[in-house]
């Protein structure tokens, strides 16, 4: 099993910055895809970006340009950095790891980030 515990998250003005972290936990585990998900009230959530064991990312069009995902597989850690960030940034951001060979993804319990002058 696996366990992810984000943080990083607070209030901050337009175009302000935060970087959010994640680390993942547990018995012996080998983690392939992760990143990062988030829901504001009202909304579907949606997949902010995604990088791979190897460092292959995919963004949300919607934070391209603004937001960098990147990892250290030796501190089983996945960061956020958010530069410019948007009233419509706020919602709460959730960490999410996938294993070699489980079809379940795993979940952090989330951090808001909150974004109003």
């Known amino acids: 099993q696996v366990q992810l515990v984000e943080s990083g998250g607070g209030l901050v003005q337009p175009g302000g910055s935060l970087r959010l972290s994640c680390v993942a936990s547990?018995?012996?585990?080998?983690?392939?895809?992760m990143g990062w998900y988030r829901q504001a009230p009202g909304k579907q959530r949606e997949l902010v970006a995604t990088?791979?064991?190897?460092?292959?990312?995919n963004y949300a069009d919607s934070v391209k340009g603004r937001f960098t995902v990147s990892r250290d597989n030796a501190k089983n850690t996945v960061y956020l950095q958010m530069n410019s960030l948007k009233p419509e940034d706020t919602a709460v951001y959730s960490c999410?790891?996938?294993?070699?060979?489980?079809?379940?993804?795993?979940w952090g319990q989330g951090t808001q980030v909150t974004v109003s002058s």
């Open positions: 990088i791979s064991r190897g460092g292959s990312t």
């Open positions: 547990g018995t012996s585990f080998s983690i392939n895809n």
């Open positions: 999410y790891a996938n294993l070699y060979y489980q079809v379940n993804t795993y």
